[in-house]
């Protein structure tokens, strides 16, 4: 296998959700390339989350085509015992009549797992995000970032190839929300999947992502712009970091990119 | 505001209120206040109850009305709310019967004994076919509304984790979500169906309802409260049985 191959990818895609002329995406074209973690960042309402599920297979695109080793359509996953993507909501999204375990296990289910199996990699998924104290709680016994890591858990419990996450952490408290953001990056670094992280935080964006995406304007919305991102250049303090946060605004904005990236990287942009 | 009572309070209040009642019921009678005639004293019912056991009446009654109840309850739960779930599930489907189950629905159970008796006679299938169309609608209705209000976020989440066709919907989805709403259906049908017992059994099918129409007859009034008691009974031990049911299965509530 090379080196680096597009896990998914989107072509010209356009959506309007009745069918007709009312797009509310047009023109998407975006690459996903294997253990890339690319945020997708846009205003809200502008259809991030729909590109998500175009992504996910939810949602069908009007035009365009949808493509890359995790997307293709025969992505047969009966036998295989893992789904190829896997989706983390905004809202947890947890099954009230089930504990924390069964929660994680939902994402097993159908994959021609025995129950040990299914019970063993629940518990490991659990495991990577610090919960297996709690699985046989019910989930609303949990607070939100809690049951957000429940919700993160039944998505690595696939071992996916992509994992999309609509705006996660959006509905935590800023704190939670922090201690969050770092475990997922500890454990993107870990196990090196692709991510699609859609959010309308400049900042979360720049810290976790290794590309940011923008969405913006319409309807219908477009791509108005990327930037790529080093670790070294994570520092919320850095003058790097606040370049890129004020580029980000103008592309969200709809503006022409004012420029401004480091000398040194300005040739790939 | 309702002030608040303990549990235990809460039921010597429900005995003083029984024992007030029967108290006053055999009073009233004694001081002549009510005609004997028309209303048992509650002293009686004891002898009347031991008369219908030694007789053996009671005991086979009980099981003749059991015999209907339960297998009407079967029939009427499963198909009213098999339907009520897919009229939910399926917009067609619920199209489809609109019409058909506003036509139906205002007929009540009673309505059916002529159909009952022309069909499947003076007998079980005519009893239990009476009780069973009481129970249907409860069921039906409970069943439709309960997945009508299913969130339909949890579809997404089906469908995203391999779980989008009508199976996967129906079991990982619908039936556990909407399980408060049909246990509460098949709990009132529970009711229902003691109900309906009566009405299946009054064109003379064996059982408790029969049992009251003949005592009826004769002016047994003692009989007849005999057995009213007797329905209660039954009524309050299947719902007592069933609390356990709903609570196993309900358990993740708060």
């Known amino acids: 296998m090379s080196a680096k191959h597009s896990v998914a990818s989107l072509d010209n895609v356009g959506l309007s959700h009745d069918g007709g002329a009312n797009f509310v995406l047009r023109n998407v074209s975006l690459t996903l390339e294997q253990g890339e973690f690319v945020a997708l960042l846009g205003p809200s309402g502008v259809g991030k989350s729909t590109l998500l599920r175009v992504f996910m297979g939810l949602m069908q695109p009007t035009e365009g085509t949808v493509g890359g080793s995790a997307c293709t359509t025969d992505a047969e996953e009966t036998g295989t015992k893992r789904r190829r993507r896997a989706l983390v909501f905004q809202d947890a999204r947890l099954m009230p009549w089930r504990s924390v375990l069964k929660n994680v296990e939902f994402g097993l289910e159908g994959l021609g797992l025995t129950r040990e199996e299914k019970r063993t990699r629940a518990m490991d998924a659990l495991k990577l995000v610090g919960l297996e104290e709690a699985a046989d709680r019910w989930p609303r016994r949990m607070s939100g970032g809690q049951r957000q890591r429940v919700g993160v858990a039944r998505a690595f419990t696939v071992n996916p190839d992509l994992l999309l996450m609509d705006e996660p952490f959006g509905a935590l408290d800023p704190i939670t929300r922090s201690s969050l953001q770092e475990e997922l990056q500890r454990i993107w670094q870990q196990t090196h999947k692709t991510v699609l992280f859609v959010t309308h935080d400049i900042e979360e964006a720049l810290r976790l992502a290794t590309r940011v995406v923008v969405l913006a304007g319409g309807p219908p919305a477009g791509i108005t712009g990327e930037i790529a991102i080093t670790m070294d250049e994570r520092n919320p303090e850095s003058t790097v970091f606040r370049t890129y946060a004020a580029r980000l605004r103008a592309m969200i904005a709809g503006e022409k990119d004012p420029g401004g990236a480091p000398y040194w990287r300005s040739a790939e942009i | 505001m309702r002030d608040k009572v303990s549990f235990s309070t809460k039921w010597a209040l429900g005995l003083i209120g029984l024992i007030v009642f029967f108290g006053g019921w055999e009073a009233a009678i004694r001081t002549g206040l009510l005609p004997s005639g028309m209303v048992p004293a509650p002293s009686s019912l004891g002898p009347a109850w031991l008369d219908e056991v030694r007789g053996g009446f009671w005991q086979q009654a009980i099981l003749d009305s059991l015999h209907h109840y339960l297998l009407g309850l079967l029939i009427g739960s499963v198909l009213g709310a098999g339907l009520g779930i897919l009229c939910g599930m399926v917009a067609v489907v619920d199209g489809l019967l609109e019409g058909i189950v506003r036509l139906l629905r205002p007929v009540p159970g009673l309505a059916w004994v002529p159909f ?83 009405a299946a059994e009054l064109f003379g099918v064996p059982g408790i309802g029969a049992r009251m129409m003949q005592a009826s007859s004769l002016l047994a009034t003692d009989v007849v409260v005999v057995y009213m008691l007797t329905m209660a009974l039954l009524y309050a031990v299947t719902d007592f049985l069933f609390g356990f049911v709903r609570k196993r299965v309900l358990r993740w509530q708060p």
């Open chain 2, 116 to 198: 009952a008796i022309l069909w499947f006679g003076l007998n079980t299938s005519g009893a239990t076919f009476v009780i069973a169309i009481s129970v249907f609608w409860i069921n039906f209705y409970a069943a439709h509304s309960a997945v009508r209000g299913v969130d339909p976020e949890l579809y997404e989440l089906a469908a995203a984790f391999g779980h989008g066709g009508f199976f996967g919907r129906l079991f990982k989805v619908v039936l556990p979500a909407a399980s408060p709403g049909l246990m509460s259906g098949l709990r009132t049908g529970l009711g229902q169906g003691w109900m309906s017992v009566v």
